[in-house]
């Protein structure tokens, strides 16, 4: 009988109390009744009636209640609208905001068993990821035997030529045979690469992404056999991969068997993207210990260039770009902020509403209605809210992902972007249920707890218990908001300080357009020479261009490119302090990018390979090197040749606006010895227009056409926009940021002006005593602002506080602006003050226009 | 009147049986168990989940009525509650009693359903 009892808890609490007896005095005469055999079968016919029937009497009470609700909603369209316009932007935030995370740092690999792939790197003191070099890998690969394969590969540019098409640039990689057997993913069309292919002086076979398939071939299936031309090389096309398959990166384009030469003996030429595969049973730390160990013994035996080697170990899943990390962190943060502030001001409209409603629920109560009742209904009411508030975050944040999606770096092996999907939409309902739990269910409860007689008594007021409550709440919102709002004005001081950084160089009106010329064609020196000259003797005499050079690569866009100098004549590359941004120019690239020469000369078209070795030092270096001396005629060593300095330039910033960079030097583009340094050999164009740039844009192209036909013109673009694309990212942390915090300032401030608006009402007949025994309007109005002025002084203290801590782990984004930096925080709380007396001005108005004898009457 | 009666047809079997049960006599939830078996004979046991869960629903539309005042007579128990048919449970019964003879006279008229009684 107990357990039947226990049974009859499946129904409604109210259910129970009204039948349960009965049920239960049925069920103890059935089983009387029944003998032996059919008693069991008693239980189990109990069983099922009593579940099928809870079911349908819940799903009754949920029927009343929502049409319940419904009506209730409607009848206050005001606070309906307000309510799910709230819920609608927490659950927007934090949708779009996991949506990004999943993206970025979550959502499995598009690979099977993609969690036991992992990346590995050569570490060295001071670099803890350095790419591998050809031989390391060989011998880490051959004694290793945590991995069931390990592949490595090196991202790849090459001009792409068709016949009857302009020339292209494009991106892949060359890999070694086993990658993509090591990934686990095969060609939708055609063959992997075979161990054959991979082979030194084996004939070029690549493998296309299906984009490149389609816009190629207008996705022909009968692609394989044909030749692609790269570089001036025919490569046979074996396999087209599927369109899902993004590796290395998404920008990859084509694969070609990296054919590495057992002849590369250099350690110290590092190059190589590894990935490996573990074995089953192996985790991450023995994998890591089994390389460190090999790298240990590599060290001993090969001290000269593997010291001090050691090997850094990570998930594939876990290669995300440190800053797009810390940025989805941050991002959360904001959202988490902001849906704090959502909870507190909902569970405050709520609040308020359920005290006006209290005669309402005491009716009810006293008609009959149990507490459970009472409070499933509100609770209910609060689902309705919620699931539509949701419903249309979800759609906000569909919306605004487009926006978002440019904080999610490009490098992830991902073919996709960040969506809204099934994993997000469980995400977002999760979070939709807790938030209308958080903000619905606590208010419910309090009210039913108090649905007696007492609320029909005439002019019953809520307590002081629940008063503090709701000003706990206010506090709540405030230093949410005032943590989002500093971290805003840092981000903008940041913003500010990184736009005012001087680069060195001058980037309006430039032009920049890239031309690689691929080897071996272009391998001899000179054969260079004539393309450069061809095309910039034309390019100059074009109307509209006042200057053109050319340079290995354009500050900003090849941020690296470094090479250690040496004096006196020691060998070069062992002081590691001495490295500097190395480039290759045509006379006129300075001119073109205003880069005053402070002494000496320019580079020549004089400065042959014949003619004495020259160089044109940036100030810094000559300041470091040859510190009181005239640098001019001072020699060092550098790339292999000794150099004269012959003219001294401002510095310029190499690595971007936000980094300090090395000190530059720049050499002839004639004085680099025939077939080396391809990298190094000048294919970046820059020309200073006096016209827009869509004059000339076309005739360039055409130009480089006539000098050679099968070169592809690529990046064209002006250099203010490269320039631009340096803050870009600030920007879009800073558009998301600030309208989290402008969200969030406005929610602290309708909930402060809801809290005082409501204390005002509350409290008119007070008030009315109050002027009648002798108060002015004023001094009543000054009561409300009070009120609002303490609650901002008890927020602000602690969000002053935790807007610090915060700001101190933003650290890494404010370039070098204080993380207590007194402008924005004294602003901030400025603003919060500004906010409190803004919410509170329409309360104290209404208590400043009170006519006692109203105020008195009010309930009567 | 007219429409809300039409609003709550074609009623459930469950609800109808009660009606009938409750038409002549006030009984409680058990009774109602036992009559509705034994006018069909057997066909028809209602379990206490599914008559309960319909007493429910037809004293909120007003079919049936709670009983204060019970029968002083045959071995009462206090947990019994009586349940008498109300004005508007008495149309609604007849109303759908007419109903299913319409169906019947319908059937009958294509040779679906005996003939007479």
Redo the contacts between chains.
Sequence with gaps: MRFYRALLHLYPAS?RA??G???E???A?RRRDASGASAGWLWV?AFG??A???A??HA?ILRQDLRYGWRALRRTPSFTLTAVAIVAIGIGANTAAFSITDFVLLRPLPFPGGDRLVKMWERTPGYPRLEMSPENYRDWKRLSSSFSSMAALWTIASNLSTPGADPERVTGAAVTWDLFPTLGVTPRIGRGFSEADDREGAAGTVILSDALWRSLFGAQPDVLGRTVTLDDERYQVIGVMPPDFAFPSRQAEFWRPLQLSPDEKDRTNTYLTVVGRLKPAVTLGDASAEMNGIAGRLAAQFPDQDKQLGATIIPLRDDVPRQSRFLVLVLNGAAGCVLLIVCANLANLLLTRALGRRREIAVRAAIGAGRDRIVRQLATESAMLGIAGGAIGVALAYLTLPVLTTLAPVSLPTAGSPGVDARVLAAAAVLTVCTAFAFGVAPALRLGRNADSAGLREGARGGARRERLRSILVVAELIASIVLLVGTGLLIQALWAVSRVDPGFQSEHVLTARTTLPWPKYAPTEKRAEFYKAVLGRVRALPGVTSAGYISGLPFVVRGALWSISLHGQPEGLADSRSVSLRYVTPGFFTSLGIPIIRGRDVSDADGPKSPFVAVVSESLAKREWPGQDPIGQRFTVAFFERTIVGVVRDVRMRGLEAEGEPQVYMPYRQIPDGYMSTYAPKDLAMKLSVPPGQVVSAVRQIVKDADPSEPVSDIRMLSDIVAQETAPREGQLRVLGAFAFIAALLAAVGIHGLLAFGVSQRVQEFGVRMAVGAQPSQVAGLVLRQGVRLALIGVVPGVVFAYLAARSLAALLAGISPADPLTFSAVVGLVALMTVAGSLLPAWRALRLNPLTALRVEI | MNSEIQSLLPLQPATFHILVAVADDDRHGYAIMQDVAERTNGALKLSAGTLYRSIQRMLEQGLISEVRQRPASHNDDERRRYYRITTLGTAVARAEARRLADMVKLARARGLAPEGR
Excluded: P
């Design positions: 259910f009204e039948y007896a009965e049920m005095a049925i069920f005469r016919q009636e009593v099928v029937n809870a349908a009497v009754d």
